[in-house]
């Protein structure tokens, strides 16, 4: 008798014939093996993105070698290749996910409902443009996170980056049409065009607070201040400029 780990063979066993008796249990047990062995695989994939995930944003993609980030995830530097092809991979990988999660959460804060003391739009530029915001660079805005690395990554992580950025100008400029804000008399620019100029303006200034904020932490709150005093000044200005309805007589 030849015997297999799923099943054995038995000639003769009926008139002769050759038959193959399938082992059931073992089956089950390599099964169950094969299904813990792929879940496992997955889990520790998952491990490694989001360790370098936080070490991207809090030092940069160049910065961070195989051996440090594997380290973090609890995983020997040759356990690395059993998971990605080359650190390029996981850069995108990471793009895509911190992107995807980053966007998620920005339409859901969009989509939350608000009292009648503020707006959507001014509850999310008082989110972004805060402290407490800037300080958290690990799940903050992905776009902010990875500018400064993404002149340097290859197409992939680009592409991802470029869709996010795109889509964070989408929601705002969705914002900005709830709102009417910006809707000034005599605006000749598109909603798009100010979404554009609105978020660079926010996302420059908490680029440069965090930069500053461990050497200078006096001006990094500054910046985020000054910033939103005048974001928020310019809503004002544009409600009180947009066009009143007429009323009937």
């Not at 990605?84 to 859901?108: H, M, N, R, T, W």
């Amino acid at each position: 008798m030849i015997a297999s780990p799923l099943c054995f063979y038995a000639p003769g066993l009926r008139s002769g014939i050759p038959t193959v008796i399938i082992d059931c249990k073992r089956n089950c047990d390599v099964l169950d093996q094969c299904l813990w062995s792929r879940e496992q695989a997955a889990e520790n994939r998952r491990a490694i993105v989001a360790a370098a995930t936080r070490l991207f944003r809090e030092r940069g993609v160049e910065a961070v070698g195989l051996s440090e980030l594997m380290k973090n995830a609890g995983f020997t530097q040759g356990g690395f290749y059993n998971h990605f092809e080359s650190k390029a991979d996981l850069v995108a990988e990471v793009l895509a996910s911190a992107i995807a999660e980053g966007i998620a959460d920005f339409a859901k804060l969009a989509r939350a409902p608000v009292d009648e003391s503020t707006t959507a739009l001014r509850r999310y530029i008082n989110w972004y443009l805060s402290q407490a915001h800037r300080d958290n660079i690990d799940h903050g805005c992905p776009v902010t996170g990875f500018a400064g690395d993404a002149p340097r990554l290859g197409a992939g992580p680009q592409s991802h980056f470029a869709g996010g950025l795109d889509d964070q100008i989408t929601i705002l400029a969705g914002l900005l049409a709830e709102s009417g804000s910006l809707a000034a008399a005599g605006e000749r620019r598109t909603l798009r065009e100010q979404a554009i100029s609105l978020h660079c303006e926010m996302l420059g200034a908490l680029v440069l607070s965090r930069s500053v904020a461990q050497a200078a932490p006096a001006l990094s709150n500054e910046i985020l201040a000054n910033v939103k005093r005048d974001v928020l000044a310019s809503l004002d200005e544009g409600s009180s400029q947009a066009p009143k309805p007429r009323t009937k007589h």
